[in-house]
């Protein structure tokens, strides 16, 4: 199990009051569609949330929040894993707790815009 890192949770504790800031079990960072830093980080609720790192000053980390959990319908996740895919968007594969994957993604026209594309060929996976 992957821990995040002290930075990453400094960073939290930076931008967002304690008193709201989840607690995290799991993160995965990667350049992003947009060329800033992207770390996606799974909070103990088992849904996913956004910290990046870029913009004007390209050093500046943000807090996005909450990453697509009103496109997320009822599932829980326990891990997460992201790197550049095809068009050089950005893709998170996040674990189900069903053991099944699940596909967010960043890019397309517009290169922030993330993208929960959900079930990961499913129809192809034997159980």
Known sequence: MMKISQDVEAIIHEN??????????????????????????????????????????????HYEGKLLHDKIEGIKFTSVA??????????????????????????GVKKSQWHYEGKLLHDKIKV
């Open 82 to 107: 992201a790197s550049i895919g095809a068009d050089k968007d950005l893709q998170a594969v996040c674990l189900g707790t069903d053991g099944l994957p699940y596909l967010f993604w960043q890019g």
């Open 16 to 61: 967002i009051s304690s008193s709201k800031a989840p607690k995290f079990n799991h993160t995965a960072a990667s350049i992003g569609a947009d060329e800033d830093l992207q770390v996606v980080c799974l909070g103990t609720d088992g849904l996913p949330y956004l910290f990046w790192q870029g913009g004007v000053k390209k050093s500046q980390w």
